[in-house]
């Protein structure tokens, strides 16, 4: 069975950091680039983040450049986001998915397989 398991939302005040993780399971962990999607309230779901673990390349939105890292873990199957300097405009629910890319026009998405995780909410307060 695909599991991906995301931990580490939490509330957190602006300018804090969190670290959030997403385990996998039940695929081949090196067979799909995976990454980190958030969805606010009233708004569409936003890529954020991308990792090609196999070829090391990673991918941020523009937002989150310079702020957020994204990483892997690939003894233990697992993505992590280091978020830093967080803004009240981060707070979302994120979820991990995979295999994820960059469609044209620079946009983060998500491509077969379309596995997702059941997300981790992130709020940071002002």
């Known amino acids: 069975e695909v599991q991906l398991v995301e931990s580490g939302g939490d509330l957190v005040q602006a300018g804090g950091s969190l670290r959030l993780s997403c385990a996998a399971s039940?695929?081949?962990?090196?067979?799909?680039?995976i990454g980190w999607f958030r969805q606010a309230p009233g708004k569409e779901r936003e890529g954020v983040s991308c990792?090609?673990?196999?070829?090391?390349?990673?991918y941020y939105t523009d937002s989150v450049k310079g702020r957020f890292t994204i990483s892997s873990d690939r003894a233990k199957n697992t993505v992590y986001l280091q978020m830093n300097s967080l803004k009240p405009e981060d707070t979302a629910v994120y979820y991990c998915?995979?295999?994820?890319?960059?469609?044209?026009?620079?946009?983060?998405?998500?491509?077969?397989?379309?596995?997702w995780g059941r997300g981790t909410q992130v709020t940071v307060s002002s």
């Open positions: 998915a995979a295999e994820c890319t960059v469609a044209s026009g620079g946009a983060i998405a998500v491509v077969w397989p379309d596995y």
């Open positions: 990792i090609d673990s196999t070829h090391h390349i990673t």
């Open positions: 039940g695929f081949t962990f090196d067979d799909y680039a």
